[in-house]
Nanobody, 121 residues
């Protein structure tokens, strides 16, 4: 059974850091691109970053440049989102998604349930 399970969210103060994980199972992880999206209260789902099967990253959101990085460990079937210098406007549910192919420009295929990130003092 295909599964994507996010973890690592929580409450953090402005300027702090979090590392989110997306653990995958039920498919050949190394063959697919994986993306991170986020959905803030009252807003639509927005792309953050994506990583191709070969490890190339694509940035969907200029506001996270220089603060967020994406990486993957194919041996552990996991994608990570390292978030530094967090701001209150980063507060959202963060979801990972499997892309339909090894490339980040392919369709979103299967979603995880999400993990809540709250940035507040």
């Amino acid at each position: 059974q295909l599964q994507l399970v996010e973890s690592g969210g929580g409450l953090v103060q402005p300027g702090g850091s979090l590392r989110l994980s997306c653990a995958a199972s039920g498919f050949t992880f190394s063959r697919y691109a994986i993306g991170w999206f986020r959905q803030a209260p009252g807003k639509g789902r927005e792309g953050v970053l994506c990583i191709s099967s070969s490890g190339d990253s694509t940035n969907y959101d200029d506001s996270v440049k220089g603060r967020f990085t994406i990486s993957r460990d194919n041996a552990k079937n996991t994608v990570f989102l390292q978030m530094n210098s967090l701001k209150p406007e980063d507060t959202a549910v963060y979801l990972c998604v499997r892309k339909a192919s090894r490339w980040c420009n392919s369709l979103n295929d299967y979603w995880g349930q999400g993990t809540q990130v709250t940035v507040s003092s």
